[in-house]
């Protein structure tokens, strides 16, 4: 926490990598590590811990969101659409569908990405 609020983000990656080591079954240090790699613009590490982390708890909606948006801002659509249906299958939020609204959006298919947003403001009251 002191690394985090000092952003000394090349000292905490190096200590996740070693809770890693000693807590290798733990998803929350993975998707932890793939937020600080994120900090520092390493991608590969942020998808290889994430991919874990979804390995390791095939049902987490935080890992699988995390994973979604790294997709999205590397312009890898179509996994960030697999990862969100994922999402959706467990938790359908409309912070979820907006989510997968913006994937459409920056793929150009501003049609579908409004008619997503339309379904959210027919269910909400």
Known sequence: EVLLKQQKYSDLKEVLGRIIELEPKDSVYQINLASVAMKLNDVQTSESA????????????????????????????????LSLDKVLSID??????????????????????????????????
């Open 50 to 81: 994430l991919k874990k982390a979804v390995e390791l708890d095939t049902n987490s909606t935080l890992a699988h969101i995390a994973l979604a948006k790294l997709y999205l801002a590397t312009d890898k659509f179509e996994l960030a659409h």
């Open 92 to 125: 359908p939020s409309p912070a979820v569908v907006r989510l997968k609204s913006e994937v459409y959006a920056a793929e150009g298919k501003s049609d579908r990405a409004a008619e997503l947003l339309k379904t959210i403001q027919n269910t909400q009251p």
